[in-house]
Nanobody, 125 residues
Framework: QVQLVESGGGLVQAGGSLRLSCAASGRTFSAYAMGWFRQAPGKEREFTAAIRRGSDFPEYSDSVKGRFTISRENDKNTVYLRMNSLKPEDTAVYYC??????????????????WGPGTQVTVSS
């Protein structure tokens, strides 16, 4: 049984930083791409960042590019999302997910198979 658990969310002032972690179990972690998505109240869940199984050429949404950094430690079965220069519009529940296939780096939420319960990030102005 695949399990993903996010941590590291919280309340931060605009301009601040947070690092989210996602611990995975129940699957060969290193064989799959990992993604971070976020969902603000009343909005669709949207792609934020993703990383290939080999950690090269990560992908970011335009809204976070240059501020967020995704990374992974395969020996710890963990993926991270470092968030700098946070803005109030970054407020959302952040979810990590593991892809359905072992190739590429999907950008669509429909291409991810397992999800964590999410962690709340609130950025105050």
């Amino acid at each position: 049984q695949v399990q993903l658990v996010e941590s590291g969310g919280g309340l931060v002032q605009a301009g601040g930083s947070l690092r989210l972690s996602c611990a995975a179990s129940g699957r060969t972690f290193s064989a799959y791409a990992m993604g971070w998505f976020r969902q603000a109240p009343g909005k669709e869940r949207e792609f934020t960042a993703a990383i290939r199984r080999g950690s090269d050429f990560p992908e970011y949404s335009d809204s976070v590019k240059g501020r967020f950094t995704i990374s992974r430690e395969n020996d710890k079965n963990t993926v991270y999302l470092r968030m700098n220069s946070l803005k109030p519009e970054d407020t959302a529940v952040y979810y990590c997910a593991t892809s359905r296939v072992q190739v590429g780096v999907p950008l669509s939420k429909y291409e991810y198979e397992y999800w964590g319960p999410g962690t709340q990030v609130t950025v105050s102005s």
